[in-house]
């Protein structure tokens, strides 16, 4: 049975930082590439980051110069740290997992709220 548990969420003031992590079991966790997604109310789901198989990052441009996501194979972990944080970051923030053309596994969310 796969599982992606996100944990790390969390009220934060403008300007904080968190660090996210997702927790991955039941899969080949070193052969998937991963991503961070994110909801707001009444939005979208949005793509924020992922890393390959190899570790090469991407970023939505809201993301590039404050958020960092990495990968740990060792610990079938993949973390975002996000820093400069803003009340537009508010969101539930949702851990990807995805191996090529196969259906892609999902946690259940972290809310993040910033606010002061």
């Known amino acids: 049975q796969v599982q992606l548990v996100e944990s790390g969420g969390g009220l934060v003031q403008p300007g904080g930082s968190l660090r996210l992590s997702c927790a991955a079991s039941?899969?080949?966790?070193?052969?998937?590439?991963m991503a961070w997604y994110r909801q707001a109310p009444g939005k979208q789901r949005e793509l924020v980051a992922s890393?390959?198989?190899?570790?090469?990052?991407n970023y939505a441009d809201s993301a590039k110069g404050r958020f960092t996501m990495s990968r740990d194979n060792a610990k079938n972990t993949v973390f975002l740290q996000m820093n400069s944080l803003k009340p537009e970051d508010t969101a539930v923030y949702y851990c990807?997992?995805?191996?090529?053309?196969?259906?892609?596994?999902w946690g259940q969310g972290t809310q993040v709220t910033v606010s002061s």
């Open positions: 990807n997992a995805q191996l090529g053309v196969t259906r892609p596994y």
């Open positions: 039941g899969i080949t966790f070193r052969l998937y590439a």
């Open positions: 890393i390959t198989a190899g570790g090469d990052t």
